[in-house]
């Protein structure tokens, strides 16, 4: 299983959300368990109320449509001792780090209630 070898998502997570364990079923699907508290904390709970989308930033299966990555995850879906390289590959080209020019939302206004992105 792809997502158990990787486990990008887990090891990225800001808040530590993601379990780095086994999946578990729930509700008829076996998936790994997430700290809704500790998620919702980060994205909300911060004097700064960012959204963190950090999980689906960094997933290898979650890249633009090019040709280079079409190419990519056919090699992954069909080649399964090359996955390990694709992850360290993803890595190594920075996918899912921090930009810190394109942290907007740490900028985010109250305006009557609703948070806006303030016009420069």
């Known amino acids: 299983d792809f997502c158990a070898k990787c486990g990008k998502c887990a090891r990225e997570c ?8 086994d999946k578990i079923i729930h509700n008829g699907y076996a998936k790994w368990p997430n700290d809704v508290e500790r998620c919702t904390g ?20 979650n890249k633009p ?4 990555h079409r190419m990519i995850n056919w ?3 069909n080649v399964p001792p090359a996955r390990r390289f694709a992850i360290w590959g993803d890595d190594l080209m920075g996918y899912g780090k921090s930009d810190k020019n394109k942290k907007w939302w740490l900028d985010l206004e109250d305006v009557d209630g609703a948070l806006k992105i303030p016009e420069k």
């Open 14 to 21: 800001p808040s530590q959300a993601i379990s780095h364990g």
């Open 42 to 61: 980060m994205r909300v709970g911060n004097k700064h109320g960012s959204g963190c989308g950090v999980c689906i930033k960094v997933c290898p299966w």
């Open 65 to 68: 449509y090019t040709p280079f």
């Open 75 to 77: 090699t992954m879906r």
